[in-house]
């Protein structure tokens, strides 16, 4: 497991503003969703490219919406509060286990999550993700802890941050 250090925290953050900012789109909730876990701006924040960015979620969200364009299409919108703890827990737990955002999303729900909040978004990251893992029947043992690559990057840019 890694360290959930300033680098984490600042891309946990960046991922909740994402998802907050998807209320500005003309899509649903869990199309937004959809598209971001196949979205160029999460493979780039998997692999730390990401990370010089000046942290815009709008940009993100614009680049998002040009990959995929915004249709109106859907109108099952979560709360603001939820989706920014959805993004911050999902980044917490890609940074922490190693994990590709694409592989998170096949394992847990987001409709699960957004009726999760209300019982868990007061509760520390590492409870939550026990009980996400728990709930979902997630064998964490089957995760990449020892990607040396996404190592050495992760500690290049905490040196200069």
């Not at 737990?93 to 007061?122: D, G, Q, V």
């Amino acid at each position: 497991m890694r360290e959930f250090d300033l680098l984490g925290v600042q891309l946990a953050d960046f991922q909740g503003r994402i998802f907050e900012s998807s209320l500005l789109l003309n899509i649903s909730t869990p199309i937004f969703l959809r598209r971001f876990k196949n979205s160029k701006v999460a493979n780039e924040i998997d692999n730390l490219k990401g990370v010089t960015w000046t942290l815009d979620e709008l940009e993100a969200i614009q680049n998002i919406n040009e990959e995929f364009s915004d249709a109106n299409y859907g109108n099952n919108k979560y709360d603001k509060d939820v989706l920014y703890w959805i993004g911050y827990i999902l980044r917490y737990i890609s940074y922490t286990r190693n994990i590709s955002t694409k592989k998170l999303f096949s394992l847990i729900s987001y409709e699960k999550l957004n009726s999760m909040y209300y019982a868990y978004h007061t509760q520390g990251e590492e409870y939550v993700t026990e009980s996400i893992f728990e709930l979902f029947n997630i064998d964490e043992s089957n995760f990449d802890s020892n990607n040396k690559f996404k190592e050495q990057i992760r500690k290049q840019i905490l040196a200069n941050i």
